[in-house]
């Protein structure tokens, strides 16, 4: 599939006791076929909710309105059955949770080619075939023997690049990937980060973290998120060197640096809103130095791929 | 293999603790409970008759003499002679496992086919209002007692509409209502834990995982949810079997059922202590067999309790 997958106004909101609250407030993404773009923001900001209701596995608790266009279909408004058709096909997902995200009683084999014969007119045998070339292909050592394999037997690394074979298997168009090395050790992470970047073929890819660092080394869009908005967004090179947004420039000053100078880690004070409460202006005012009336009056509309009515000029520290 | 045999070995020392414990226990039981001569001998008996049951029994020996006879006794499986027909107690007790043995297959077979799709239809969809009714029943139900379940079921089909006899025996259809009693006892306990387990792996990030991958409704059920949920099931299953074979006492005695737990009622009406201990070592023994099986079922349908392959 060589069309863009498009987000429009995309929203997602729980009930209150007070009605529903948004938790993604209207978001427009676009993401072009084998484009990697990462969102980022902190816990709370919507983002994983984002990747589940793109897939439509949000909780069934939520209600979601606008777009979510894949190929000719809109997600969002589109019946179970179709949906289904759409899910581990053209687009798929890896959690945060290797160790529990496979079924502990099932073998590798079994739940790979379970989605295999899915979506695909084949035999045992050719789901098999597919199945240990995918294996192979996100780098698991001896992957005919781990195809017997219960997920128990497996390493943490292992079980998401599992995973991730289970996401890539019947070539999607695009992976979400949300927090997928965040429960692994650091040398471990850095290979599944390398499988992210360069084995994921003609799929595009949507990571989500929290961590900049993370996506400016896989990535080549990032997206912040914050409260459920797109606050800016723009390539690696520009958001590392020349943040606008003084969310972005806070989440930059709060990575810890190892040159010579190494300034003190600025923490951003305060938190974000939570969902019961009820923010007027920009969601950020209340955490961000360059807030003034205007600020909390009216919310800043996102134009020229940034939502602020301070930008902050000058090169990042 | 080796783990298997291990896992054999565990049990074997716990049927060896448990029947320890339990014989220890009965031959106190028996010890404080009045003098066990006067006891056989019965009322108005003379007391030149009580020393003579007094020296058969040994019971003028010390206490750790006739301890330790009690126990090789027991493990010759000789529980001695009813005191009340004046038959070997073992073989007594087992001329009446058959019958319970057909009681416990039944309501384990009724109960199954009941419980785990009334459970699985109650966890699918927890929320659902007509689900919540049914699970309100069930919590009714679950705090019915037995005896009242049997004596509601007699007085409607035996006394009322006279269509089932309530008396074991009394022709072929005698094993409706106590299997009906027993399976409305069981399957409260067992609907809800099913469906308290359906519901649980709903949540598990394995369940969104295939959610994640396009897997339908009933694919999600049968097999994200439904294997797993069984397996949790299986233990209370196991329990309820135990149950069912120490002998549903009030419901066999209800009905006149010729099985362990009516012996066991009789057995301590006439204090007749053989048959007790031999009725309570059947039952030991049963339930260590239930309890092995359990755990080969287990390894089989958990990989995680297999030998790691890796």
């Known amino acids: 599939m060589s069309k863009a997958i498009e987000v429009k106004n995309l929203q997602v909101s729980f009930p209150t006791p007070n009605g529903y609250s948004a938790v993604v407030r209207g978001i427009d993404l676009t993401i072009k076929p084998g484009e990697r773009i990462a969102i980022v923001g902190e816990s ?14 949000q909780p069934s608790s939520a209600k979601v309105t606008g777009e979510v266009i894949i190929g000719d279909v809109d997600m969002v408004s589109a019946n179970d059955a179709t949906a289904r058709k759409l899910r581990g096909n053209y687009i798929s997902m890896v959690f945060q949770e290797p160790l529990t995200s496979l079924n502990p009683v099932r073998t590798i084999s079994s739940q790979l080619s379970e989605s295999v014969r899915r979506h695909n007119k084949m035999s045992k045998a050719e789901a098999e075939d597919r199945v ?5 292909s996100v780098g698991i050592p ?10 128990h037997q ?63 080394d896989v990535c080549n869009r990032i997206v912040v998120m914050y409260a459920g908005n797109i606050v800016e967004q723009g390539p690696v090179a520009e958001i590392l060197g020349n943040p606008r947004h003084p969310y972005t420039r806070g989440l930059l000053n709060a990575i810890p640096k190892f040159d010579k100078a190494r300034p003190p880690l600025m923490p951003i004070p305060g938190s974000p809103p939570t969902i019961t409460e009820v923010v007027s202006g920009c969601r950020f005012a209340s955490r961000c130095s360059y807030a003034d009336s205007q600020c909390t009056a009216s919310e800043p509309k996102f134009v020229d791929n940034l939502a602020c009515f301070h930008p902050v000029v000058g090169v990042s520290q | 293999m080796k783990s298997r045999l291990k896992a054999v070995r565990s049990r074997l020392i716990q049927l060896i603790v448990l029947l320890g414990t339990i014989s220890t226990t009965l031959f106190l039981l028996l010890r404080i409970s009045g003098d066990p001569a006067v006891l056989i001998a019965g009322e108005g008996a003379s007391p030149e ?35 009340v027909n004046a038959q070997p107690a073992l073989g007594f007790v087992l001329d009446y496992l058959p019958s319970t043995l057909t009681l416990t297959f039944l309501a384990i077979f009724f109960n199954t086919i009941l419980a785990i799709p009334a459970g699985v239809w109650l966890g699918a969809k927890p929320g659902q209002r007509r689900r919540r009714v049914l699970s309100t029943i069930v919590s009714v139900a679950q705090g019915t007692p037995a005896y009242v379940i049997a004596l509601l079921l007699i007085q409607i089909f035996a006394v009322w509409f006279t269509v089932l006899p309530s008396i074991a025996g009394t022709g072929t259809w005698a094993w409706v209502l106590p299997t009906a009693t027993l399976t409305f006892a069981l399957s409260p306990n067992l609907i809800r834990v099913v469906a308290a387990s359906i519901e649980e792996t709903t949540a598990q990030d394995y369940f969104r995982t295939a959610k994640a991958n396009g897997a339908s409704p009933s694919v999600l059920l049968m097999k994200h949810s439904l294997p797993n949920a069984l397996l949790s099931t299986t233990s209370l299953l196991g329990a309820q079997f135990a149950f069912l074979l120490s002998g549903a006492l009030i419901t066999e005695f209800i009905f006149a059922w010729p099985g362990l737990g009516l012996i066991l009622v009789q057995s301590i009406t006439n204090l007749d202590f053989p048959t007790i201990q031999a009725t309570v070592f059947v039952v030991a023994y049963l339930v260590f067999f239930v309890n092995l099986i359990l755990d080969q079922i287990f390894r089989f349908a958990d990989p995680r309790l297999r030998k790691s392959q890796v």
């Open chain 1, 132 to 136: 240990l070339e995918i294996l192979t």
């Open chain 1, 154 to 216: 497996l390493s943490g690394g292992l079980r998401q690049r599992v995973m991730i074979a289970l996401a890539l298997i019947n070539k999607p168009a695009l992976v979400v990937a949300d927090e997928p090395t965040t429960a692994l050790d650091a040398t471990i992470q850095a290979q599944i980060l390398d499988l992210l970047r360069s084995g994921m073929g003609d799929a595009a890819l949507m990571l989500i973290t929290h961590d900049l660092a993370v996506a400016a």
């Open chain 2, 49 to 83: 008759t009580i020393d003579a049951i007094r020296a058969d029994y040994g019971f003028d020996r010390s206490l750790i003499v006739q301890y330790l006879i009690f126990i090789w006794d027991i493990i010759r499986l000789d529980f001695g002679v009813s005191l």
């Open chain 1, 44 to 57: 709370g900001s919507g983002k994983t909710m984002l990747g589940l209701s793109m897939l439509g596995i």
């Open chain 1, 142 to 151: 001896a992957p005919k023997e781990r195809m017997k394999s219960y997920p």
